[in-house]
């Protein structure tokens, strides 16, 4: 039976409310703030430290950052894609936020030119570009002799000239789909509704192919950025893990700014349960996903037993680093998961708020435990030090200048996409039929 309502209109002023410059003036101030920290921290670390690793954390720290921001805006523009194809009224929520995410590739560039410039400090390839360079570094005891055949086996992939060319060129890619996507939104506002139809089969052209190159630049970045930091290491699930984490962190900052911004219009007029729901259950489902590609990785490798894979693990496992590999899982699988199956917190903006700030906490842990024991002086060896606190300032720093300018981005265009097709039927009140 029917109930008697009458669908709600959207506002006349489409765009993110005066609030959004109040977020970017915190999160320029404690980027300010946690960066004085950092270097401080870097000095400290470097007079106080007997091997001088101060400014080496702050560099792996920075590293850290990147690959935080870095799923935002990239994730961001895989997941925006990734809506275009699939559809549903969840992207009238998220569209804005997403391709705002997607624009701020120009910081995380800035981000990466940093470990490009210091590359030697924080890659074991980049020292030892010949087979007398690590035949030295053998005789010298700086490698040993199978991180030598490794480094001259990966030799045509892992060297300085191929790192730079493939990580420009993947930037270049993430930024012509960027920049399509988005050109290609203004132009859709510009058009009535009886384009629609055209409209949705142009997206899907453009992202569908997108995705799938997605995948590749994604594996490519994450093997020369992170993986390559052990050159012993071999993974054929490494760019898929972080491609499901990209979903896992952009759902969760998708649905806080989505939460956030509907205090007031015009998110407040078209965000209804139904939709928060939904959200909700698209979180839990990438949730599910990583736990069942990480455990799958691990149980593979470790029921195979081979010295030459299982020692990945044990540097993360043994030396105290056991605890953070707990805290891992708990973090970032149990917590989510278990917060997640409720419906009750998926329907509560808080509480889902909540839930999704402490999976992106959750990412940082795990980026931690998947960059620091590929040092030598981390390996197995978990221990305090100054250098450990850059783990939290130069990220916090990072993120919040990146912050500050998503919400720039975020401020460039109307938060609502009228021509689109769910419009309507979201604009609906909630039970409006039973």
């Not at 690959?67 to 997941?79: D, E, R, Y």
């Not at 993430?174 to 089969?201: Q, S, V």
């Not at 799958?296 to 993360?316: A, K, T």
Request: charged share 15%.
């Amino acid at each position: 039976m029917a109930h008697a309502s009458h669908s709600k209109s959207l506002p006349a002023n489409l765009g993110a409310p005066a609030f959004v410059d109040g977020w970017k003036s915190r999160a320029l101030m404690v980027g300010a703030i946690f960066l004085v920290i950092a270097v401080i921290l870097a000095f400290l670390g470097q007079s106080q430290d007997p091997e001088h690793l101060g400014w080496d954390h702050f560099l792996r720290a920075w590293v850290l950052g990147l690959m935080l921001t870095f799923g935002f805006s990239v994730g961001g523009l895989a997941l925006l894609m990734v809506q275009y194809c699939s559809g549903g009224k969840y992207g009238l929520l998220l569209r804005r936020p997403l391709e705002a995410m997607s624009r701020t590739l120009p910081l995380v560039f800035g981000y990466w030119v940093v470990t490009a410039v210091f590359m030697k400090k924080l890659y074991l390839w980049a020292n030892f570009t010949s087979v007398s360079d690590t035949e030295a570094g053998v005789k010298a005891g700086l490698i040993s002799e199978i991180q030598a055949h490794c480094l001259n086996f990966k030799r045509p992939m892992l060297n300085p000239v191929t790192y730079l060319w493939v990580s420009v060129l993947c930037f270049a890619i993430w930024g012509f789909y960027a920049w399509r996507l988005n050109t290609l939104a203004l132009k859709r506002d510009a058009e009535g509704p009886e384009t629609t139809p055209f409209w949705i089969k142009k997206f899907e052209n453009v992202s569908g192919l997108g995705i799938v190159i997605y995948a590749f630049t994604i594996t490519a970045a994450s093997i020369y950025w992170v993986m390559s930091m052990d050159p012993t290491w071999f993974s054929t699930v490494y760019g898929l893990l972080y491609l499901v984490e990209h979903g896992f962190q952009v759902l969760a900052l998708g649905i806080i700014v989505t939460l956030a911004l509907s205090k007031a219009e015009p998110v407040k007029t078209i965000l209804r349960q139904t939709e928060q729901h939904d959200l909700g259950k698209l979180a839990f489902a990438f949730v599910m996903l990583n736990i069942y590609l990480n455990f799958g990785q691990f149980l593979i490798i470790w029921s195979g037993n081979l010295p030459n894979e299982i020692s990945w693990y044990l540097d993360r496992i043994r030396g105290h680093w056991g605890v953070i590999i707990t805290l891992d899982f708990i973090f970032h699988w149990l917590v989510p998961f278990t917060m997640l199956l409720s419906r009750d917190i998926k329907r509560n903006k808080k509480r889902l708020t909540g839930v999704c700030e402490f999976m992106i906490f959750a990412v940082w842990v795990n980026l931690f435990w998947l960059i620091e024991p590929n040092f030598p002086d981390a390996a197995r060896n978990l221990h305090f030090s100054w250098g450990i606190l850059e783990y939290i300032a130069v990220p916090v720093a990072m993120t919040a200048f990146w912050i500050a300018y998503f919400c720039t981005r975020l401020k460039t265009r109307p938060l609502v996409q009228v021509n689109d097709p769910h419009l309507a039927e979201i604009l609906e009140p909630e039970h409006a039929h039973a």
